[in-house]
């Protein structure tokens, strides 16, 4: 996930991979009131719990945009003319990492759109719930919306094993030049191809970007299934 800014937009990309099958068969779909990752058949209604392959991605306000991992976006129900940061502090806080054998963190994103004395201007932040040896961690960023720069939270990192090592430290700083949301959707998700030969395991990316008092730019590429 990046929240930042590229010209006078400000952004936010979320791209999904998968391991199983059930998290491979899914793909990004629109829907008026946001994004939505889907399954693509019934391989998801056989899990143990199908709500954690499905679920609400980016939900679109009249004053910013929410990004999210699974369903504690819909914690998220407004957004108000108020540090951003603080605000997904607060209406995340009852939450705990996904009850999966990866302990996959939850992740989100947000963009506020506020009125000033100098005008509107946007505020953003990042928030991630991740376990820790001695519970559950929780933690919040504000990200300054400064041109071509944004912030990168995902959450995993490290080897592949089970339970997966939990993003750890603070965001990291990554370039933001793509100038558009088809652009940075199409970059982003070739970045991050296999090597030949190897497996796939992109889902999809969404990029959407955002003039301050206009509606979103969106992009979608989906792996498998476009959208």
């Known amino acids: 996930m990046i929240v930042g800014k590229d010209g006078d937009s400000s952004v936010a990309i979320y791209g999904a991979t998968g391991r199983s099958a059930s998290s491979l068969a899914r793909k990004f779909t629109r829907h008026e009131d946001g994004i939505y990752m889907e399954a693509i ?9 199908p709500e954690l392959f499905e679920y609400p ?14 369903r504690h976006i819909e914690n998220i129900s ?8 603080k605000q997904l502090a607060y209406a995340l806080s009852e939450e705990a990492y996904e009850p999966d054998e990866h302990r996959t963190p939850r992740i989100t994103g947000c963009i506020v759109e506020s009125q000033s004395l100098g005008g509107m201007k946007a505020d953003a ?13 929780h933690a919040s960023w504000s990200v300054p919306l400064e041109n071509g720069k944004g912030k990168f939270l995902s959450t995993y990192e490290g080897t592949d094993i089970k339970p997966t090592p939990s993003f750890s430290g603070d965001p990291i700083e990554v370039r933001l030049g793509y100038r558009s949301a088809s652009e940075a959707a199409k970059t982003i998700f070739n970045s991050y191809a296999p090597p030949s030969g190897e497996k796939d395991y992109r889902v999809g990316v969404i990029a959407v970007y955002k003039k301050l008092g206009e509606e979103s730019t969106i992009a979608i590429v989906n792996s498998r299934y476009e959208h």
């Open 41 to 49: 058949d019934d391989t998801v209604s056989g899990e143990e719990k």
């Open 57 to 70: 991605a980016i939900r679109f306000f009249d004053n910013g945009i929410v990004a999210a991992n699974g």
């Open 78 to 85: 407004a957004l108000e003319n108020r540090d951003a940061r």
């Open 125 to 137: 932040a990042l928030h991630i719930v991740r376990f820790a040896h001695d519970g559950i961690d």
